[in-house]
């Protein structure tokens, strides 16, 4: 995500960055307290060395590759929505991005009449890029880029276990190396000021319990009952928007979409990731063209990423990629399957050789998966199986 291409920096080991412009401008501000700089230095040095660990999927591309976000505005023509809505079905980024204004990274924040929202709402899909998004944020701010207004910008993930423990402000504005005597000036500072000054990015709201939702610190900074003064970005899934809205509804608010990665775009990714192997790259273009039902899902930058891991994967150990959705979700099944074992080291599979009622038989794509792992995703199938027929989120 980004609006230039080139290298990112992926190394935890880095020196934190020597000072900044706008560490400097805070050390210099008198009415500033000196551990105000301190914090917003931690935060720049962690939004710029952003730590490689291992995950999945696997980072292919050095590049930067551009998110599409669009303002959603509530009085928008219901003809125009239901273009819009159609658009999406069909992966039609760019038409939408027609009808729709765009949001550049630098607007964020900024209403069509030139003030500053209160309250930023960032909903997506799940894999859009809402996580990326907030992070690149952070990163433009410490870059000092963007948000030049704001001495601090924290970014709290929801699923974080400290974030949800939290009851009081002082819980969500400290880092662990931080002394206790410039916590406690920073929190009287931020205190004093109502958060003018601060942003906070609140990552994943719908990953919060209906309770912290709705009833919690979170909830009470949201409709500004608390440091009223300070500007909330929240990002989230659709299914949580009604609560949102609601907390949202007396403060001045901007409301964008991450509508994911237009056909240039993709094509970057593409490109990015296989450009050391022409050959593949050019067979996976044309698999792309004679698949459009498969080309169409790689909106979504996870599912992106996805396919052009299954296509490396597959065409790696001579395989057939695979021709049709569902054919893709089983090897994506099957891939996370065999990585779980790998992770956990379940390294006997016993043959099955004798099916029972909830033999794993049926199921010959997963191939040489063992019974115990297919035992427990069965358990979770049912659960999703249940929780649909029921009209109940588990």
Not at 50 to 62: A, M
Not at 67 to 72: A, K, P, Q, V, W
Not at 77 to 82: D, F, G, I, M, Q
Not at 196 to 222: C, H, K, N, P, R
């Amino acid at each position: 995500l980004g609006r230039k291409e080139g290298a990112h920096a992926c190394s935890s080991h880095n020196p934190p960055p020597a000072a900044t412009p706008l560490a400097a401008r805070i050390a210099s501000t008198t009415d500033v307290p000196l551990g105000v700089g301190k914090y917003a230095e931690y935060l720049m040095s962690v939004y710029k060395i952003k730590p490689c660990g291992e995950q999945w999927l696997p980072v292919v591309s050095k590049r930067y590759i551009n998110l599409s976000t669009i303002e959603s505005i509530e009085d928008f023509p219901k003809e125009k929505e239901v273009t819009c809505t159609l658009a999406m079905i069909h992966s039609k980024i760019e038409e939408v991005k027609k009808l729709k204004r765009t949001i550049t990274i630098d607007q964020v924040g900024l209403l069509g009449d030139g003030e500053r929202a209160r309250c930023i709402i960032v909903e997506g899909i799940p894999g859009i890029g809402k996580s990326a998004f907030s992070w690149h944020l952070g990163v433009c701010w410490a870059q000092g880029e963007i948000l030049h207004d704001y001495h601090l910008v924290v970014l709290l993930r929801s699923r974080d276990k400290k974030v949800q423990k939290a009851t009081e402000v002082s819980d969500l504005f400290c880092y662990k190396e931080q002394p206790k005597q410039e916590h406690e000036a920073v929190m009287e500072w931020i205190r004093s000021n109502k958060g003018d000054g601060v942003m906070m990015v609140l990552d994943g709201y719908d990953e919060l319990s209906q309770d912290l939702q709705t009833s919690s610190i979170f909830a009470d900074i949201i409709r500004g009952k608390v440091l009223p003064k300070m500007t909330v970005l929240v990002s989230s899934r659709p299914s949580a928007n009604q609560n949102l809205k609601q907390l949202c509804q007396d403060q001045k608010c901007q409301y964008i979409e991450v509508i994911g990665f237009d056909k240039e775009e993709i094509q970057k990714y593409v490109d990015g990731a296989l450009e050391h192997n022409k050959e593949l790259r050019d067979e996976l273009n044309s698999y792309l063209e004679l698949h459009p039902h498969i080309h169409g899902l790689m909106y979504c930058p996870l599912n992106c990423a996805i396919i052009v891991q299954i296509f490396r994967d597959e065409m790696k150990k001579g395989s057939q990629p695979p021709q049709t959705l569902t054919e893709v979700y089983q090897v994506l099944i099957k891939t996370v399957l065999k990585r779980h074992e790998h992770k956990l080291s379940i390294a006997e599979k016993p043959k099955r050789t004798h099916p029972t009622p909830n033999e794993p038989s049926r199921f010959p794509w997963l191939g040489d998966v063992s019974d115990q792992t297919i035992s427990q995703l069965l358990v979770l199938a049912k659960l999703a199986y249940d929780g649909t027929n029921e009209d109940r989120l588990i």
